[in-house]
């Protein structure tokens, strides 16, 4: 059975940094597509960043590229995302999802999901 679970959430003040994790388990995370998406209150889920399957080739939303990184360690099954610079516009619950072996905006593409990690910036 695919699980993802998220970590790493938090309160941090601008201009400050975190570091989420995504633990995968019942399936070999590097045969698979990961994806970051966050939703703020009264928005649509967005994506963040992305790295496939393929090649590791990652991918960043505008709002974010130079600030955050993603990463995975296969070793650990786990997929990262350093995020640095933060701003209140970050603020969101943060969800990583898999079951597709490349990248997508799309929310609805993805089938298997965590159950998200708060993320707030506030000074």
């Known amino acids: 059975q695919v699980q993802l679970v998220e970590s790493g959430g938090g309160l941090v003040q601008p201009g400050g940094s975190l570091r989420l994790s995504c633990a995968a388990s019942?399936?070999?995370?590097?045969?698979?597509?990961i994806g970051w998406f966050r939703q703020a209150p009264g928005k649509e889920r967005e994506a963040v960043s992305c790295i496939d399957s393929v090649e590791g080739s990652t991918s960043y939303a505008d709002s974010v590229k130079g600030r955050f990184t993603i990463s995975r360690d296969n070793a650990k099954n786990t997929v990262y995302l350093q995020m640095n610079s933060l701003k209140p516009e970050d603020t969101a619950v943060y969800y990583c999802?898999?079951?597709?072996?490349?990248?997508?905006?799309?929310?609805?593409?993805?089938?298997?999901w965590g159950q998200g990690t708060q993320v707030t910036v506030s000074s």
């Open positions: 999802a898999t079951d597709r072996r490349d990248c997508t905006v799309v929310p609805d593409y993805w089938d298997s």
């Open positions: 019942g399936f070999t995370l590097d045969y698979y597509a």
